[in-house]
């Protein structure tokens, strides 16, 4: 697939939909949520955390041995609570299996955002490589598997650039469980690699190239927009990449392997459209240029149509 046509796609989603007031996020992406307890003692550590510039907190013991940012709050002038700020990543980028969800550790919504976003470009990394050696094992075509090198090192950038993003707001990536090195082993049957880039790629990284474009446009953190000029171009490649493996993949596989592929492909364009929605506030969502969920669901939709993807 041209990398070209992909883009003109996503120009068009774009444009064809409204991008008009937005409304109250009603998604069913998981958001950045938070949650209060009380201050015990053993919060105010020597580690430091988030705490809006008073003494340092201990995130990890005030909200109980989870890696949460944290800060303290009191209300109607009662005894001191802590709230945990906690965000998962809504991005659809590429992951491979046996990696955690991606999530970011801010004091804020959006920066959370950011972090996790990182968190998610960092995956991608290890997904990448991952395929390239696997797509070596097969004997895939050099360029093919060169492409794949490329997209990893665009991860790279990516992740980078979305760290320290986050940093400036005070946030950072949440560490992320790396795949043990024995599932990262070569020797996976050809169909389960086919799944997971049509899924992951296909389906999730394409999507999230399309929302790179929106972002680009419709960012209103300046730094931010200008960051997702580069990331959407280089995620569309990706993209593109992700339908030419498939198609070189499918070729390997039989005709019962083919239809569990198409099968995965269904189940995850759905997911997807029921997930397109972003949970974020609405300061969130337009400092990030991200849809407002009406907007998202319909781009999702449109989308998976024009790909075909409901059909696997
Ligand atoms: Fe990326
Ligand atoms: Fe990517």
Not at 35 to 50: M, S, V, W, Y
Not at 96 to 118: I, K, N, P
Not at 293 to 307: D, F, N
Request: charged share 25%; net charge positive; glycine share 8%.
């Amino acid at each position: 697939m041209k990398q070209r046509s992909l883009a003109k796609l996503f120009t068009a989603l774009i444009g064809g939909l409204s991008i008009g007031a937005h409304g109250s996020p009603c998604g069913s992406c998981p958001p950045t949520y938070s949650t209060t307890e009380p201050l015990l003692p053993k919060a105010n550590g020597p580690d430091g955390g988030f705490d809006g510039g008073e003494e340092p907190l201990d995130c990890n013991a005030a909200c109980n041995g989870s890696t949460l940012s944290c800060r303290k709050i009191t209300v109607d002038g009662g005894a001191p609570l802590v709230e945990c700020i906690f965000a998962e990543s809504c991005g659809a980028g590429r992951r491979t299996s046996g990696q955690s969800r991606a999530a970011g550790l801010g004091v804020d919504e959006y920066g959370a955002w950011l972090a996790a976003t990182a968190s998610l470009e960092r995956q991608s990394i290890h997904a990448f490589s991952r395929l390239a050696r696997e797509l070596t094992s097969l004997g895939a075509p050099r360029q093919l598997v060169e492409r794949v090198r490329v997209a990893r090192s665009d991860e790279v950038r990516h992740s980078r650039r979305m760290t320290r993003l986050a940093s400036q707001r005070g946030a950072r990536p949440a560490p992320s469980v790396r795949v043990p090195r024995e599932r990262r082993a070569l020797g996976r049957a050809i169909v389960d690699i086919a799944i997971e880039n049509a899924v992951e790629g296909r389906v999730r990284e394409t999507f999230s190239a399309l929302l790179a474009h929106h972002q680009a446009v419709h960012a209103t953190d300046p730094m931010l927009a200008l960051a997702m000029k580069a990331i959407a171009r280089e995620e569309t490649s990706h993209a593109a990449l992700s339908h030419d493996v498939h198609a070189w993949l499918l070729l390997r596989l039989t005709k019962t392997e083919r239809a569990r592929v198409r099968h995965h492909v269904r189940e995850a364009a759905n997911k997807l459209e029921i997930d397109a929605a972003i949970d974020l506030s609405t300061e969130t969502l337009t400092l990030a240029g991200l849809p407002p969920p009406a907007v998202s669901h319909a781009l999702a939709r449109a989308m998976i149509e024009a790909l075909e993807l409901d059909r696997g």
